[in-house]
């Protein structure tokens, strides 16, 4: 890691840094430069205004933003909250951004796509989401794209760690509790650990600054800016993560009865919003261009697990 990256008081501005993805930036991306990190209530993303007069304050080189609504079921009843912060607070920070030539890091989802078929997703694959949430978060990108701002998206899918509410955690929660879990497994995807995308973040901020030596950062990003997909490596089911992370911390806790967890069909867990039933995502883009490989997934639950 390089440390100051960023030119003399070059700041990063950060949102959803109480978020899952947001607190590991929040440490990841220190030592590039300045982090401003504010609270939701002094940049509150479901207020345009609030976004705008943030922005212009701060004055930064890269905004970086894992805020997000990301109540997948509860958006299909709240369409509007949803949109005004996966969508409108993106345009707002896309505008603005350009305006100052700053350079946006942004996230999306698997959940843009409709998820037929069985080979992973490219970047440039037809999207299709079947949830609010993945048409709000869909809506983000483009409003991103048509600002003009030099940006990456991170499109990601199932995001876990050691902190924040995610699947692992209610997971290891539940089956201390129960004899049973049934968990579906006919969604196909890979989880991706929340550090492993702040260490992307940092190494492609850290990439474009070592480029932009010789050129402006909005000539960097026009040339190797988009859409990148950046998940855990290899594929499993909801089941199948659940499996290995009882199993994982079975294995430390040998005294403990965990549950036993059953597979079921999405057809049987009936909840609001739909799921893609294949999330798979095909990294290469990110290989080629920039030469990180996400962890594997398997590899990443082990690490999480000992940290718990
Ligand atoms: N989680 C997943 O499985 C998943 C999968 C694919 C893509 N993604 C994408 O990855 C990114 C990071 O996700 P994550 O899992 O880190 O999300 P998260 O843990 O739910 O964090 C979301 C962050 O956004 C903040 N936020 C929400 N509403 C806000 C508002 N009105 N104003 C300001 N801040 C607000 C939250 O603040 P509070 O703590 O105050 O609520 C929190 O800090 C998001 O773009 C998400 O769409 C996530």
Request: proline share 4%; charged share 25%.
């Amino acid at each position: 890691m390089v440390q100051n990256a960023l030119p003399t008081g070059g700041r990063i501005l950060l949102t959803g840094a109480t978020g899952q993805v947001g607190g590991e930036l929040l440490e990841t991306l220190k030592p590039l430069g300045d982090v401003i990190a504010p609270t939701r209530v002094a940049m509150d993303l479901s207020n345009t205004a609030s976004v705008r007069e943030m922005i212009r304050a701060v004055r930064p080189r890269w905004i970086v933003n894992p805020g997000a609504y990301t109540a997948v079921d509860k958006a299909e009843s709240e369409p509007d909250l949803a949109y005004a912060i996966n969508a409108e607070a993106v345009k707002i920070i896309g505008q603005e951004a350009k305006a100052i030539n700053a350079g946006v890091i942004h996230y999306s989802t698997d959940y843009v796509f409709d998820g037929s078929g069985s080979t992973p997703y490219l970047e440039t694959d037809a999207t299709g989401p079947v949830s609010v949430y993945g048409a709000s978060k869909l809506a983000g990108e483009r409003a991103l794209a048509e600002s003009g701002a030099g940006h990456i998206v991170f499109r990601t899918s199932w995001v876990y760690g050691s902190r924040g509410k995610n699947f692992l955690l209610t997971i290891l929660k539940l089956a201390r509790e129960r004899e049973t879990l049934r968990v579906v497994a006919d969604q196909y995807g890979a989880p991706t650990w929340s550090r492993d995308l702040a260490r992307v973040t940092a190494e492609v901020i850290e990439q474009c600054e070592a480029t932009a030596r010789t050129k402006e950062l909005s000539a960097v990003l026009s040339d190797v800016g988009g859409i990148y997909h950046a998940a855990g490596a290899g594929e499993t089911t909801w089941y199948g993560f659940a499996a290995e992370a009882v199993r994982l911390r079975q294995e430390r806790e040998p005294a403990v009865r965990f549950a036993k967890i059953e597979a079921i069909t999405t057809a049987q867990y009936p909840i609001p919003a739909k799921r893609p039933a294949n999330s798979r995502m095909n990294c290469i883009r990110l290989m080629e261009r920039f030469g990180w490989k996400m962890m594997d997934w398997q590899d990443s639950l082990r690490k999480v697990s000992a940290e718990l």
